[in-house]
Every structure is written in C-alpha cells, then in structure tokens.
C-alpha cells in the first residue's frame, strides 16, 4: 500500500495499451456542451488518494482504512492504474464467505467486479448520474492514463448541497440539494437483480 504519488512515480504506460486495458475510459463525457457555468467534478472531488495494490491481503487493506479512517480504497495494478474499488463492507463479507484470516485473503477475492469511474472535467451532473445508476458511494476520478487523480464521495455532495442557501437549486456553487438527495435514494434503494454484480 502506498501513496498515490509513489505509485505514479512508477506509471509509465503506452496509450495504445492502456486503451486495450481499461475500456471504461470510452465512456467519458466531457464538460463543453452545457457551459462553463457547471460545477465539475474537480473542484469537489478529495485528495490526494491512498490507494491499495492489487498484490495486498484484506489484513493490510483493513489495517491501512483503519489507520487512515477511510471507508473504501482504489485498488491499483502494478502500473497504478486503478482497476477496482475495495470498500470495508467488502472486506467484513469476505471475512464471512471465506472463513479465513483476513491475512489469508487477497484483496482480489473481495473488491469489486466492476469499475465505475469519472473524469475530473465531468460536471457534478454526470458522476450522480453514473452514483444512481450504478448505486455507488463514491467514483474514483481518473485521468486519460487511468491514474487515480481524486475520489468523489455522496458525502462530498452532501456536504456541499448543505452549504447551499435554502433559495438556490444550483447556484452559487453548482450542487443542488434535490438532485442530491434524489442521488442519495437511488444509491440506498434496494439493489435489483438484473443489475448484476454489486461494485464498490
């Protein structure tokens, strides 16, 4: 486990290679079409990013959210790009499923199937979008290389729709309180089956 910054400092991959191994990077939807006036994703989204390898046991990662009192983790490859999210519900299911020591299990056993992610110019609008749909708390934001530049939280939203005046659905500062809680139930909604896997 370390610190975003060693593990960038370590990331050195082709684009062509890194488009045959991280397809989700076609999905982005860049800011243009709606103005400069939305509030983009980089100006909410917290850093710097602590981040698990996909090498480490569910003991380290446990210890690491411990010790750093973070709820969930991007799980990075050996050229740190993030290719998971690790959260500490999933580690408390695979304690149960597994029936061994957390220092037993890699922390490939129990991260998400599934990566969701956004990009730093996407407006607040598209990563609620993408939290209700795939009901998620937080997306990690990445840049064109697929390293992990920030994490945006529900609680990063929240936060901010809470500063919002009582009067105001968008301005001044781009995060309307109704969209939030709108994107709060959709998360917090009973998961259906068609869905597929649960992601972090």
Not at 28 to 34: E, M, P, T, V
Not at 39 to 67: G, I, K, N, Y
Not at 165 to 188: D, E, F, M, S, Y
Request: aromatic letters at 4%.
């Amino acid at each position: 486990m370390l610190k975003l910054d060693e593990w960038r400092a370590s990331a050195s991959l082709a684009p062509s290679l890194l488009y045959r191994g991280a397809p989700f990077l076609k999905s982005f939807r860049l800011i243009g079409s709606k103005g400069a006036r939305d509030m983009q994703v980089q100006q909410l989204m917290s850093e710097p990013v602590l981040v698990c390898h996909t090498s480490d046991t569910l003991s380290d990662a446990a210890r690491f959210m411990w010790e750093n009192d973070v709820g969930a983790v991007p799980i990075v490859d050996n050229q740190g790009r993030v290719v998971s999210m690790l959260t500490d519900r999933d580690i408390c299911m695979a304690a149960y499923t597994q029936g061994r020591p957390l220092s037993e299990i890699g922390v490939s056993v129990a991260m998400s199937e599934r990566l969701v992610v956004c990009h730093p110019e996407d407006s607040l609008e598209r990563a609620e979008e993408l939290m209700s749909l795939y009901q998620v708390r937080r997306l990690p934001v990445v840049d064109l290389e697929g390293l992990v530049l920030g994490i945006l939280s529900l609680n990063d939203l929240a936060r901010s729709a809470a500063h919002v005046p009582a009067k105001h659905q968008g301005p001044p500062n781009g995060v309307r309180i109704i969209a939030t809680t709108r994107t709060l139930a959709a998360v917090g909604a009973n998961r259906l089956p068609m869905m597929g896997p649960k992601i972090a």
